[in-house]
């Protein structure tokens, strides 16, 4: 997962004045930075002034390099779909783990991401679930955008699930795409439990509870 700490140490040192930087600078560093304030703030939270902060840009350049906020958005959210996403299909198409491993494997990391990812007594969430629920269903683009990233994990997951229960692993009566549809949810459960304060050990439960609900 994500680590916000790691995020946090990369650009400590970033500039805060708000002086406009040349056009010459690290655009890969400013989504980074802005993914990571975004992630923390949500869309409507974080204000210019607050991406010009964790960039270390002037408003100038960073309009006129991601032309508006809402541009720049959508750019650090793909990057975080991006990243997010390869972790977990690297987990889930690991063919040296069973179909089982891989699953249990993939909470695994979720739960460390929630770990790493505290501030406080409470989780930053995931910016995918965070933004479905600020946004919903209010910005068509950025919708587009998380379904088609779903599509993907849910591909992923339907064909180990599917696997699973070829090689009598898995036992749920329920067809592979409802039970991918259920791990789905319960990922994004474990996301918003987490902000809400409850601590790995509750979260490991609710892991737990899904797995058990794959051999039952």
């Known amino acids: 997962m994500l680590n916000l700490r790691y995020w946090t140490e990369r650009f400590r040192t970033a500039s805060v004045t708000g002086v406009a930087r040349p056009k010459n600078f690290d655009e890969e560093r400013a989504l980074d930075a ?29 309009y ?18 991006e990243a997010m996403t390869a972790r977990q299909l690297e987990v889930l198409e690991d063919s040296a ?3 089982l491993e891989r699953i249990r494997a993939l909470f695994d990391l979720l739960l460390a991401g929630e ?10 969430g995931c910016l995918t679930v965070n933004t479905v629920v600020e946004l919903g269903g209010a910005d068509p683009a950025t919708a587009r955008l998380i379904e088609r ?4 994990r849910m591909t992923a997951l ?11 692993e898995i036992r749920a009566t329920r067809d592979a795409d409802q039970l991918a549809r259920f791990l ?12 809400s304060g ?9 892991a737990a509870t899904a797995l058990d609900a794959l051999v039952a």
């Not at 770990?115 to 930053?124: L, S, T």
């Not at 789905?184 to 902000?195: D, E, K, L, Y």
């Open 115 to 124: 770990e790493e990812n505290r501030r406080g007594d409470r989780g930053i």
């Open 198 to 206: 409850a601590d790995r050990d509750v979260l490991a439960g609710i």
């Open 64 to 81: 006129n390099t991601f032309t508006s906020k809402h541009e720049l958005f959508t750019r650090a959210l793909t990057r975080y779909l």
């Open 97 to 99: 783990k069973s179909p």
């Open 184 to 195: 789905n949810s319960v990922v994004a459960g474990i996301r918003v439990a987490g902000q």
């Open 34 to 62: 802005a993914m990571r304030a975004f992630w923390v703030n949500g869309y409507h939270a974080t204000s210019t002034q607050d991406l010009c902060d964790a960039t270390g840009l002037g408003r100038s350049s960073i």
């Open 149 to 152: 990233d779903q599509d993907r």
């Open 158 to 168: 339907r064909a180990v699930i599917a696997r699973g229960q070829r090689d009598g």
